[in-house]
């Protein structure tokens, strides 16, 4: 049970698990904090959180979790009001979906990794963005990844991986250098892919004809292009390396059917088409239990 | 009203159309045809076809409507098979997905671009395939794109027309080349990049985590990457110019985002992100009446 949790960035992720800890009763008090006080307002008004402050300093007095849910760009900025505000059995996590840049964060503001900062990566999610889009049931049945260091306290991740179990998440750890790698191969570089696919398309010119005989792969494709391009441009600058590294493995994949289909090689188009829906169908059941 | 309907290759497309007009009471008999005795009377105990025999040339004696639904590199041998066997009033339109290749097809069997041919195209799909898959109302608030000729009937256009309209479709013409262009575009490339997708991750090695941790995005691509390898090899080497070109555009546009991640350029990336979601805004309801 958290008697006083505060969400910094009341947005999809940090709106969802305050409204999920409350449907669970696993929380007492949920003090919200951000930039705009009408987005904060609205927050309260739709009940996700009980008071608001602006100050992140503020907003973590007395709180026993924090959980920061901003992007990836403005964390370091959160660490820097946090610090020495913090009560003496706070307990402190994140969403960020790069864990690399955070903990780069941690250590530039707080001089070493924090024994009671747990770095988290809640693998849910949708393409819209805001409190009004949070939902209590987001992370029902979706993997959490925690990137807890060598400092960091056992009895810390004890109740980080509690919170989220409590929600219906299953918790994994793994080090942080696998996590952004993994990320980088199943979310991040599939999110190139679609807004590259979009934004090609739109550069074609006759832009109403292109996307009104839009095809189902196409459609699928753009849904993911309209996520917040904000989120993306910090989760790029924040995975460049590990991002870089997949762009370059799928420009070869690329490559190479591409040059199939310019000699007409129906063998090697079969090979390629024909693995890739094995892989498919062998991984299926883990695919559907994911979501962004 | 069709009389007497011929579907050659009863499949997704094939059964899909013959469960349709039937439902729309539009047809009477239904003669199905294709390569596998056990699909064909798959389709009979369906109730998708009245009758079947594995000579196109037998099937389509008589019909006044004759449906080809087979892989593009199959289209060739039934125009072979149907020539001399057609009746006075018959009318063929076909499903392929490339309407160029289909058309240099007829032109080698027949000679000359046949006036009782329709070149069409449902703007319709899913990745399953087989007759067991096809459903009635996979027409519905679906475009048909059809590719007549100066050489084609009118009166024929009309007929092919009328079928599609009355299971529900919207009908639009344009040229061959155009036509696979923008197909090309809007499907051909997208399935490329699912398939390259799979495939690139598949040969990363660790797959199963890969595949456990996949996130939203990945989990939509790779259900495309589900669809049929030969289906698709078959629609890659009948549209291989326009696809290359795609590809290619493709490729700069992706280097351009590359190399933007690579110099950390968060105001270039902002740009292309913004740019693809305001299209995904603009042309959403467009996209939302197109499947595959
Ligand atoms: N969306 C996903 O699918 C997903 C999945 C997993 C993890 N994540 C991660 O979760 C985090 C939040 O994403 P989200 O989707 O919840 O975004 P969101 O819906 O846009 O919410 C972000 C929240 O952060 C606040 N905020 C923005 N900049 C701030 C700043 N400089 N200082 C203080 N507050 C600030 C915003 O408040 P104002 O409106 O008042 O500015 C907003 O409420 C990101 O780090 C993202 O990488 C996202
Ligand atoms: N799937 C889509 O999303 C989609 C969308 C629009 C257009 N199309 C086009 O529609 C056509 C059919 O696709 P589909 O998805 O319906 O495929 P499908 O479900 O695999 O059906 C193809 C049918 O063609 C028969 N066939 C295969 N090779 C043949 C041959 N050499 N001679 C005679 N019959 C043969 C098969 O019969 P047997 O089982 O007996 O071999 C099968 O019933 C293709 O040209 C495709 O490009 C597909």
Same mark, same amino acid.
């Given at each position: 049970?958290?008697?006083r949790?505060?969400?910094?960035?009341?947005?999809?992720i940090?709106?969802?698990?305050?409204?999920?800890?409350?449907?669970n009763?696993?929380?007492g008090?949920?003090i919200?904090c951000?930039?705009s006080?009408e987005?904060l307002?609205?927050?309260?008004?739709l009940?996700?959180i009980?008071?608001y402050?602006?100050?992140?300093?503020?907003?973590?007095?007395?709180?026993d979790m924090?959980?920061?849910a901003v992007p990836?760009?403005?964390?370091?900025?959160?660490?820097?009001?946090i610090?020495g505000?913090l009560?003496?059995?706070?307990?402190?996590?994140d969403?960020?979906?790069?864990?690399?840049?955070?903990?780069a964060?941690?250590?530039q503001?707080?001089g070493?990794?924090?024994?009671?900062?747990?770095?988290g990566h809640?693998?849910?999610?949708?393409?819209r963005?805001?409190v009004?889009?949070?939902?209590p049931?987001?992370y029902?049945?979706?993997?959490?990844?925690?990137t807890?260091?060598?400092?960091?306290?056992p009895?810390a991740i004890?109740?980080?991986r509690a /919170?989220?179990? &409590?929600?219906? #998440? !299953?918790v %994994? @750890?793994? *080090?942080?250098a696998?996590?952004?790698?993994?990320?980088?191969a199943?979310?991040h570089?599939?999110?190139?892919?679609?807004?590259g696919?979009?934004?090609?398309?739109?550069?074609l010119?006759?832009?109403?004809e292109?996307f009104?005989?839009a095809a189902?792969?196409?459609r699928?494709f753009?849904?993911?292009?309209?996520s917040?391009?904000?989120m993306w441009?910090d989760?790029?600058?924040?995975?460049?390396e590990a991002?870089?590294a /997949?762009?370059? &493995?799928?420009g #070869? !994949?690329? %490559? @190479?059917l *591409?040059?199939?289909i310019?000699?007409?090689?129906?063998?090697?188009?079969?090979?390629?088409?024909?693995r890739a829906r094995a892989?498919r169908?062998?991984?299926?059941?883990?695919?559907d239990?994911g979501?962004?």
């Amino acid at each position: 049970m958290i008697e006083r949790l505060a969400v910094i960035g009341v947005g999809l992720i940090g709106g969802s698990l305050a409204r999920a800890l409350r449907a669970n009763d696993a929380v007492g008090e949920v003090i919200g904090c951000g930039r705009s006080i009408e987005h904060l307002e609205r927050a309260q008004a739709l009940g996700v959180i009980d008071a608001y402050c602006q100050d992140p300093g503020k907003a973590v007095a007395n709180a026993d979790m924090v959980f920061i849910a901003v992007p990836l760009g403005a964390i370091a900025g959160v660490f820097a009001r946090i610090q020495g505000q913090l009560a003496e059995q706070a307990v402190i996590t994140d969403g960020g979906s790069v864990k690399g840049s955070v903990i780069a964060d941690a250590v530039q503001v707080f001089g070493e990794i924090p024994s009671w900062f747990v770095p988290g990566h809640p693998i849910a999610g949708t393409e819209r963005s805001g409190v009004e889009a949070s939902f209590p049931e987001l992370y029902q049945n979706r993997r959490v990844i925690l990137t807890p260091l060598a400092e960091t306290d056992p009895q810390a991740i004890e109740r980080v991986r509690a /919170m989220w179990e &409590r929600v219906g #998440s !299953e918790v %994994t @750890e793994m *080090s942080v250098a696998h996590h952004d790698e993994v990320l980088a191969a199943t979310s991040h570089l599939p999110h190139m892919l679609a807004f590259g696919l979009v934004d090609a398309l739109t550069r074609l010119g006759s832009n109403d004809e292109i996307f009104r005989y839009a095809a189902g792969g196409f459609r699928d494709f753009s849904r993911i292009a309209s996520s917040s391009p904000e989120m993306w441009r910090d989760i790029c600058l924040a995975n460049s390396e590990a991002l870089t590294a /997949m762009l370059t &493995r799928f420009g #070869s !994949e690329m %490559t @190479e059917l *591409s040059d199939a289909i310019r000699r007409k090689d129906g063998e090697a188009l079969l090979r390629i088409f024909g693995r890739a829906r094995a892989a498919r169908e062998r991984y299926v059941d883990g695919i559907d239990e994911g979501v962004s």
